[in-house]
């Protein structure tokens, strides 16, 4: 089972910044796809980014624009740069690996391994 380990989370004042990063002990780490998903109170958990085998990226539209996600294939690290942050942003985020590669689907239930989250709040 692999293990993924998020980190980076914490307090941020609104339009201020934050980077999360995940190490993630897959075999074959560039051949996955990577997603970032996040989970407000009482809300579904949401899908904000992702990342297939070519490093290829895509949003969610609430996030476009305003995060970036990357991968380092030596390190084994995924990252989301979070800017221009606001109190919608408050929930736990996570990242999560599927080994469909090219493809990132958006369906939670499609991906095999998860982290344990890391909160991100958004103060006024």
């Known amino acids: 089972q692999a293990q993924l380990v998020e980190s980076g989370g914490g307090s941020v004042q609104v339009g201020g910044s934050l980077r999360l990063s995940c190490v993630a002990s897959?075999?074959?780490?560039?051949?996955?796809?990577l997603a970032w998903w996040r989970q407000a109170p009482g809300k579904e958990r949401e899908v904000i980014a992702l990342?297939?085998?070519?490093?290829?990226?895509q949003y969610g539209d609430s996030v476009k624009g305003r995060f970036t996600a990357s991968k380092d294939n030596n390190k084994n690290m995924i990252y989301l740069q979070m800017n221009s942050l606001t109190p919608e942003d408050t929930a736990d985020y996570f990242c999560?690996?599927?080994?469909?590669?090219?493809?990132?689907?958006?369906?939670?239930?499609?991906?095999?391994?998860w982290g344990q989250g890391t909160p991100v709040t958004v103060l006024l």
């Open positions: 999560a690996s599927t080994k469909s590669g090219a493809y990132c689907p958006t369906s939670a239930g499609l991906y095999n391994s």
């Open positions: 897959l075999k074959y780490f560039p051949k996955y796809c």
């Open positions: 990342i297939n085998s070519q490093g290829e990226t």
